[in-house]
């Protein structure tokens, strides 16, 4: 009984996979060999292994981060990976939330190619500083955008006036985080610049169509990370033990996973199970990836991610008494 109720569901995946793997076979793919490629939040992370993907592919490869001794040390690495001498790999430090910033750090990249706009801009840079709401102020508050969604706006910002005035039909990567789909108890800060980034993804991604412009926004799940270790120093207890079971990817398979999908043309860009059927449960009248498989992750996720939501919120609950404690030494509750 049980056998013959999942045969069609996997008999429909099995269809899927092979009609997914054939049409891709026919998909016009981008090419970043000669191709200036401007990455923030390069000097770390996902953003530096995607500055080595691309140095390996023979782009030429602009990374901007605040610090310059970690720019210097990725730079130093990227030069390994040279694959021609021909090739520009350059560093700049600048912070990129705001447009001034911005626009002087893609003004300094561009000087080595006559002030010509990049052909892609990948906006890597972020950081997450989890927490209660309770606990937010508006001084931390403003910061959690700025280290979300300001941090990527501004330089697409800066990039897309670059590249109209230059003429340049290129490529806009802004980076979410499966967290932009959804969220949970220690987010409030974070998840908000996430979900804004799709908003902007959304409509540039229409706009840009006068333009000639391509935009892409990745989700990619928990990167392990310095980043991360840093962020688990300050996360709530609950939000560690809700994510205690979940399964994360190194800096460079979510890499290679976002340059996977900007090849082949993806809008929306996800690298594991739960991305996929949160993607295409929330599509909307985004692009799909594939029409046939996106159903099976539809059918997964219209299953599965409600009964995942109960046993969220079911631990959220049982935190609550914990909670109450916590809430006491920091004097935010009374005695």
Known sequence: MGLSVLAPVLGAAFVACITYAVSSLFVNKWDPRGKHCFVTGGSSGAGFALAQLLVREGAHVSIVARNQARLDEALAELEKERQSPDQVLKAYPFAVNSEAGSAAALEAACESFKGRAPDAVFTCAGASRPGFFVELS?????????LTYYAQAFTALAATKAMVRTGVKGKIVFVSSVLGYFSIVGYAAYASGKFALRGLAETLHSEFKLYGIDVHIAFPGTIYSKGYEEENRVKPAVTLKIEGTDSGNA??????????????????????????AFRS????????????LDLVYLLIGYI?????????????????????????????LAP
């Open 138 to 146: 508006e001084e931390s508050l403003r910061q959690g955008l700025e």
């Open 304 to 332: 599965g991610l409600p009964i995942w939501r109960l046993g969220v919120d079911s631990t959220v609950k049982g935190h609550r008494e914990e909670h109450r404690g916590y809430l006491r030494e920091r004097r935010i």
């Open 281 to 292: 449960t929330s599509a909307g009248s985004s692009e799909r990836n594939s029409y046939v």
């Open 251 to 276: 800096p460079e398979v979510v890499a290679a996973t976002i340059l996977s999908g900007v090849r082949t043309g993806k809008f929306h860009i996800t690298d594991s199970l739960i991305g996929h």
